[in-house]
């Protein structure tokens, strides 16, 4: 056997994905792949236990098995195409975790994302361009294979892991698409009694919503060297101060525009305060970003942010303001982000336009009995100019049944005001069930 193993997109991976890349694709079954994530973490740990084969029927008897199964319908209306999508997809996910071996723990999490009728929807690689985007290929991928040392609270991991950042605006998992994003590398994590938390993450591959395999539009991975660092620090009651920095240094794929690539590589310094004061929220940003490593622009881009929200009569409503900067032609890039939470549901900003953006938004939450309902109202322009670019009106309702079954009903409408862009609206049917 070889020191490593073929990636997504063909970049050597480390040896601990070896075996259960070999395992998918030779349909040797589940159960194979987490006996070899179980056996690299046990084995270290069964040096200090009586037995190699006593420590690993502890770890599967003291583990779980859940399924996840989630069915969405989402119908996209683009003038900018004759012809809509509708997207049919289950995605089902298992996910296997061990108990603990000391203080050694593991992981692995499979995804299958199915077509369920028709394919008449760009899935980015189905080759249907001409419709509207619903970024949902079909496919089966490992979404997580990690080691865990330490408890919740202090730990450290290795492998495919999910990592998510305060609000999900710089690092996310985009887990509202079927195949969610995740990441390879390593991770510190610490939450003292203090108020401070602490987060450290090196990471060499992004496995991202396009995959499993590259396609003519998106590479399934990035790879490169990029170093995610957070802390948060609760000061008192409600009130939480949080810097990060976020070094990335993505490699260039010579089969794509550096735009989908090497052109993300960035350095991003900024600090975040979320604090309450009585039924009064309050949210404000700043971060400061420049090109970094080989990336071909030359800019220095600056994002803020102000968000107020106030809470009565089991209502919660919600005020804010978010600027993506420019400089240079380039647009303030979020690439890891969780994009789709951010400046509407019909996804119109995906990559910060050259000239930046403003988002001016509202808000309101509430429940009509057992039903969670929203409704959010976006005006967007740029930040360099005085152009507008339109407004979007997004609203859902979710229904958690009980806690395995819940339905969602969701919808966006966003209506241009500039040629650069298209009228656009979005439907979305979900059902999802946990066992």
């Given amino acids: 056997m070889t020191s490593q193993a073929t990636g997504r997109s063909g970049t050597p991976r480390p040896l601990l994905f070896t075996g259960v890349t070999h395992t998918m694709t030779n349909g040797t079954g589940y159960k194979v792949i987490i006996g070899g994530v179980l056996a690299a973490g046990l084995a270290a740990g069964a040096q200090a236990q009586d037995g190699f084969t006593e420590q690993f029927s502890k770890a599967v008897s003291e583990g779980n098995i859940k399924l996840d199964l989630r069915y969405r319908f989402e119908n996209v209306d683009d003038d900018a195409f004759d012809k809509d999508a509708n997207a049919s997809t289950l995605r089902t996910r298992v996910t296997v975790q061990s108990g603990m071996v000391g203080a050694f723990s593991a992981l692995a999490e499979f995804d299958n994302v199915s077509e369920i009728g028709s394919d008449d929807y760009n899935s980015t690689a189905n080759g249907n361009t001409d419709r509207p985007v619903v970024a949902d290929p079909k496919g089966t991928d490992i979404n997580q294979a990690w080691l865990r040392y330490g408890q919740q609270d202090a730990y450290g991991a290795y492998g495919r892991q999910r990592i998510l950042h305060g609000s999900e605006r710089f690092i996310g998992g985009v887990g509202w ?44 991975d990035l790879h490169g060297e990029n170093h995610f660092a957070r802390a948060d620090y609760r000061f008192a009651e409600n009130h939480t101060l949080s810097g990060f920095i976020y070094a990335l240094d993505i490699d260039d794929n010579g089969d794509y525009a550096p735009g989908k690539s090497v052109g993300n590589s960035s350095d991003t310094y900024g600090v975040k305060y979320d604090g309450k004061f009585g039924p009064v929220g309050l949210k404000a940003a700043y971060a400061k970003q420049s090109d970094a490593g080989d990336n071909p622009q030359d800019y220095d881009a600056d994002y803020y942010m102000v968000e107020a929200a106030l809470g009565f009569s089991g209502l919660n409503a919600s005020v804010g303001y978010e600027v993506l900067g420019s400089d240079n032609d380039v647009g303030f890039k979020t690439p890891y982000a969780t994009l789709h939470k951010f400046q509407g549901w019909a996804d119109k900003f995906l990559v910060t336009p050259g000239d930046g953006i403003e988002d001016m938004y509202l808000g309101v939450t509430g429940k009509l009995g057992p039903v969670k309902l929203g409704a959010f109202y976006h005006d967007f322009a740029a930040d360099d100019t005085s152009e507008d670019y339109g407004s979007e009106w997004d609203l859902v309702g979710t229904w958690p049944i009980n806690k395995q079954f819940s339905t969602q009903l969701k919808y966006a409408n966003f209506s241009a005001d500039s040629d650069r862009f298209s009228d656009t609206q979005k439907i979305w049917v979900t059902l999802q069930l946990k066992l």
Avoid: C, H, M, W
């Fill in 177 to 220: 698409r079927q195949n969610e994003q995740t990441y390879d590398g390593f991770r510190l994590f610490y939450k003292g009694g203090s108020g401070l938390t602490l987060d450290y993450a090196y990471v060499y591959n992004v496995n991202r919503i396009f995959g499993p395999d590259d396609s003519a539009a998106q590479p399934a």
